[in-house]
């Protein structure tokens, strides 16, 4: 018997404890169920918060290590956009938890009902742990690889194009997305995921090497790995994915394994990544203009340059 949907998230224990307490005392007051909504925004915002402080140190010393003096220059050019994706980052963890956690129990809950999986959890059992985390991750990747193909087309790119519009990249970048990507990037990912019937701990595992690799690739970092950068995706290639100029628009698509981008011909990396950043697409730098981007009839232009 597979484990909820809702374990592809243990970061957030808070919001099962609410469902299953609502469902026990059967109340069915309006103003009860806002306060509890409140109650988990805002407990999961917090949550999220305590979440960003250990990153926060990590690549403030880093940031030291390699930049020294320098380091304080950058904070200040980046300090508006980090201002903008502080405001998104809190909008998402207070408003958007309950959303992903229903869309992703309601992929496992499909999926269950279909028996709809390749390959059983019997077979998986079988194999060493540390194994089926490293195929987790690598089919994580692969698809995660292809889903963000999805997104530099025109019919996804409204709502990704959010993520690309930081000019000023920093680690925390990774929180800016809009919610509607964070709802294609649930149900895309999981789906896959569970139709290869992997255990929920080596999704769980997969999960986390993405989100905190995730930080590391957004950072400004001029590091592009050497011969390493053949198997790993280094900042430097995840920054040349993030670069202005329309010919990087279609390239450096991988999180974690540049393999990918290198076995379907997307891999350009011409060394540390010293391009002008963002899109030409005019979206306000506001809270309400990076989300009311996507619903605007002229970001969905077919057969464009989209930089
Ligand atoms: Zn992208
Ligand atoms: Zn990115």
Known sequence: MKEPATQFLPHMPE??????????????????????????????????????????????????????????????????????????FLFDSFAMSPVIILVSLTVNSFFQWHGWTLVSQESWSELPKEIVIVIA????DFIGYWRHRL??????WPSHAVHHSDTQMTWFTLQRFHPVNRITT????????????????????????????????HADLPWTYGWLGRIFVSPAMHRWHHAADYRFFQTNFATVFSVFDQVFGTHKVPGPCDSKLGVTDQIEASLIGQLGYMFRKKSYRRGRKPR
């Open 137 to 140: 991750v690598f089919a994580g």
């Open 186 to 217: 649930t149900a895309i990912d999981s789906a896959f995921l569970l139709a290869l019937g992997l255990p929920p701990f080596a999704v769980i595992a997969n999960g986390f090497v993405r989100h905190y690799y995730g930080y590391f690739i």
């Open 15 to 88: 919001f099962r404890v609410v469902v299953f307490r609502r469902q026990k005392s059967k109340q069915s007051n309006l103003g009860v169920h806002m306060i509890d909504l409140f109650s988990f925004g805002f407990s999961s915002s917090l949550t999220a918060v305590q979440g960003l402080l250990m990153p926060a140190l990590f690549f403030l010393l880093i940031g030291l290590a390699v930049k020294k003096a320098k380091l304080i220059t950058d904070v200040k050019k980046s300090a508006k956009e980090s201002t903008l994706n502080v405001k998104i």
């Open 151 to 156: 997104e530099h087309t025109w019919i996804l």
